[in-house]
Every structure is written in structure tokens, then in C-alpha cells.
């Protein structure tokens, strides 16, 4: 090849850097050792295992972007993107535990908290201490700055009173990030972001979701009652909480995009296998030319997802512009997951609306795809405003 093509020639989306390639291996190899033997316990139970989560912990999985010197990984948000990747084709509860962990609460953290913040929770989230991100309530969910939660100035201290709902990681978590507002006047210019500790006065965990899918995944709703939080917890301003909201949620919904070609790849290998033991007609049905052509079309859709997935995070890395990419990524990605996920479950035939075969499992947790972190409207909204200019 030409020099001059050789230096113009930009990598493969999919190309990935050695250290990428080695840490995505680890983390298959922890997926298939420890995550896949409890996968189904785990869904039965509604529960995920406080051993693998200290064992995510000690694989250094928990603090992907922390910086070194606060006892992080000191990696990329890409490396994130790998790692729930290939947590999600095992089990996408796992995944989105480490998902929340990394995209939105370490990443927050990372971009709005001070250097005292983060010496105080950075040590604590890459050790042992699970976080959680606290947007949602029981009315106001895709109009997210329509929150009821509110915070009261009292001098040195704010209030927190009111309900959060569907709060991922709520049951483990040790911190939450949780936006009320502190002066409803202002409209959502007064939503402000708190660090929570769980063991704060006036904070409780309520309900847990009992859920169709990702049912190990812990989703409860947040009671604040006078919840007394100092003012050195307040991240960023007091009254641009709104504007960390919508930037985390960017970032974290390409760990989303990411969850769900995991679990797109997790039901279509299974399948794969599946079609090639499973005889009819005197034959395995991959050799059946319409078997394959379906093979061949879900492939297609799982690379397309990868690559919107992988050139999000990389524009988001390299400090691009990545909002609209983003968006697509997601939208594009949970779209993917439901069609792969459910024609794995139509190659198994019978067998694969049983729950003792692993492809029903996929089919219900690639659902949440389409809801969490904005839902597939949300996601047109906001590439339709990125097309016309309007953001
Ligand atoms: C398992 C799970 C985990 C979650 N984890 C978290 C978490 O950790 N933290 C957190 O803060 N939240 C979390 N959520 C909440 C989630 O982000 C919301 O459920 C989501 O934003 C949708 O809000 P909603 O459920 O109130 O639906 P609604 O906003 O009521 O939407 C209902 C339907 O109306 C559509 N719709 C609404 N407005 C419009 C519009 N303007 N134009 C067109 N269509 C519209 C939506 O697309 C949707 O189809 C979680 C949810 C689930 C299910």
C-alpha cells in the first residue's frame, strides 16, 4: 500500500488496541468462569450474589475510568463499553450492575465532583461501595425535569423529601446520585445533583421491582424523608443538576447500546449451536438455506449495532461530539436485541419457549433496552433535535 494511504488510513471501527483486546479476554473468561454458572439461580432468586459482586470488584471492573491514584483502572469509557459488552452475552444484569457503576455514577463523579469528592468516593466505588443513579419518579419519568423531589437550603445542610422510583443497583448500592430541586421556582434550573450515602438520616430503600426481565438486577424506589445531606455533597452547582443529568445519560446510554448487542451476541451463539445439533427433515436445520439466511440477517444487525456502539464510545473518547451517535446507538441497538432475540427463541422451536433452555432468558431482558435511559421516543427526540439544529 501507498505511505500516503497507509498514514490516512484510519482503523477499523471494531480494531481494537492490545490492551483492549486483553482486558475484553479477562473479562470473557470472569463472564464464562463465575457469571455463567449463576445466571439462572440468579434469575430465579431475583438476586445477584454479594460474592460476584466483590468478585466484579477484585477484577478491577467496578472503577473502569477511576483514575490510578484513586485506586482505579485509570482505562477509557470505551473499555467500559467492551466490558458490559461481554458481561451482557452471559448475563445482562451483571452487566447493567456494572454498567451503572461505570457509565453513570464513576463518570459522573469523574466530570463533576471536586477534587475532595473524589478522594472521599473514588477509593470506596473501586473497592467495595456498589452507586446508584437517581433520576426517575413515579411521575416524572421521560419529562425527567418534572421531578417532585425537592431540597431545602438549611444552611449548612440541604433536605431532601420525596420518592424516587426504578433506581438500578438500589438494594446494594452504598451511594446514590440524586437529583431534587432546591428552588421549584426556577423550573429545572433548580434541579441539583447529591452525593446520598445510604447511611444518611431520612434515607430509606423501599419497594424492589418484582421484573419481566434483567431480574437479578436490583430496581427499587428511594424514600426521602428530611434526608439530611451536607452542602460538600452538593456535585457540581447548586441548580445545574439538570444539565449533569442529560450529560450523563448521553454517555450512559452508549453502555446501554452496548448491554444490548451483549445480549443480541449471547442469544444469537446460542442459537447458532442450537441450529447445527438440532435435526429435522434427516438433517441439522442450518442446512436449511431459509436457517441460514435468518443467521446471516441477525449477524448483519449485530455488527451494525456494534459498530454504532464502538464509534459512539470512540467519539465520546476522544472528546468529539457523540450526542446524536449516541442516541442511534442505543435506538438502533435495543431494536436489534428484541429481533435477535427473538428469532433465537424461534430457532429453538418449542424448546426455546421453555425456560430451560437459555434463549427465553434473552428474550426478556433484552425489553428494558427500549425503556431505560430514554425511551425509543426519547431517542428520535433527540437525534430529530441534533438533525435540526435545536440542541
Ligand atoms: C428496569 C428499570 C431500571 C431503571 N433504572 C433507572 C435508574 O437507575 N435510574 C433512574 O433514574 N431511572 C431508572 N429507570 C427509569 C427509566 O429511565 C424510565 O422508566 C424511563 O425514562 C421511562 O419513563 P416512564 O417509565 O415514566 O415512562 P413514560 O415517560 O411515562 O413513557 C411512557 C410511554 O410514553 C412515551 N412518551 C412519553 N413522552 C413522550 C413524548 N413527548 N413523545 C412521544 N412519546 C412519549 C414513551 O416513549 C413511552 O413509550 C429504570 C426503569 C426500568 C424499567
Redesign the pocket.
Known amino acids: 500500500m501507498p505511505e500516503a494511504l497507509v498514514a490516512s488510513r484510519s482503523l477499523p471501527l471494531n480494531d481494537l488496541s492490545e490492551d483492549e483486546r486483553s482486558f475484553r479476554q479477562v473479562v470473557r473468561e470472569f463472564a464464562r468462569e463465575r457469571v455463567r454458572p449463576l445466571v439462572s439461580e440468579m434469575d430465579d432468586e431475583a438476586r445477584i450474589p454479594r460474592e460476584l459482586i466483590d468478585a466484579c470488584f477484585e477484577l478491577g471492573i467496578m472503577g473502569i475510568e477511576i483514575p490510578e491514584r484513586h485506586q482505579g483502572a485509570g482505562a477509557t469509557f470505551f473499555m467500559s463499553i467492551l466490558v458490559v459488552e461481554e458481561l451482557a452475552r452471559v448475563d445482562a444484569s451483571v452487566a447493567v450492575l456494572v454498567d451503572?457503576q461505570n457509565t453513570l455514577v464513576n463518570n459522573l463523579l469523574l466530570r463533576w465532583g471536586n477534587e475532595e469528592q473524589q478522594a472521599r468516593y473514588f477509593p470506596k466505588l473501586a473497592s467495595k461501595w456498589v452507586g446508584?443513579?437517581?433520576?426517575?419518579e413515579a411521575g416524572s419519568?421521560?419529562?425527567a425535569f418534572a421531578l417532585a423531589c425537592r431540597a431545602e437550603d438549611r444552611g449548612d445542610h440541604f433536605e431532601l423529601t420525596g420518592r424516587k422510583l426504578?433506581?438500578?443497583n438500589a438494594a446494594e448500592a452504598e451511594l446514590f446520585i440524586v437529583m431534587a430541586n432546591a428552588d421549584p421556582n426556577q423550573g429545572y434550573r433548580g434541579i441539583t445533583s447529591f452525593l446520598v450515602e445510604r447511611s444518611f438520616p431520612g434515607f430509606a430503600v423501599g419497594k424492589k421491582e418484582d421484573?419481566l426481565g434483567?431480574r437479578a438486577s436490583s430496581?427499587c424506589e428511594l424514600i426521602l424523608e428530611g434526608c439530611r445531606v451536607p452542602k460538600q455533597n452538593v456535585l457540581g452547582q447548586v441548580g445545574k443538576g439538570y444539565k449533569i443529568a442529560i450529560e450523563t445519560l448521553n454517555e450512559g446510554r452508549i453502555g446501554i447500546g452496548a448491554q444490548m448487542v451483549g445480549v443480541a451476541q449471547g442469544a444469537f451463539e446460542h442459537a447458532l449451536k442450537y441450529a447445527q445439533e438440532r435435526r429435522q427433515f434427516g438433517k441439522p436445520i442450518a442446512e436449511f438455506q431459509a436457517i441460514q439466511f435468518l443467521f446471516a440477517e441477525l449477524a448483519t444487525q449485530i455488527e451494525a449495532a456494534r459498530l454504532l456502539t464502538y464509534n459512539a464510545a470512540r467519539l465520546r473518547d476522544t472528546g468529539a461530539p457523540f450526542v446524536k451517535e449516541a442516541a442511534m446507538a442505543k435506538l438502533f441497538a435495543s431494536r436489534a436485541a428484541e429481533d435477535v432475540t427473538s428469532k433465537a427463541v424461534e430457532i429453538y422451536g418449542g424448546y426455546g419457549f421453555t425456560r430451560e433452555y437459555p434463549v427465553e432468558k434473552y428474550f426478556r431482558d433484552q425489553k428494558?433496552g427500549q425503556?431505560?435511559?430514554?425511551?425509543?421516543?426519547?431517542q428520535l427526540?433527540v437525534i430529530a433535535k441534533q438533525l435540526l439544529g435545536k440542541l
Open positions: 451503572v446508584a443513579y437517581a433520576l426517575s419519568g421521560s419529562d426504578w433506581i438500578t421484573k434483567i430496581t428494558v425503556i431505560y435511559e430514554g425511551t425509543t421516543n426519547m427526540a
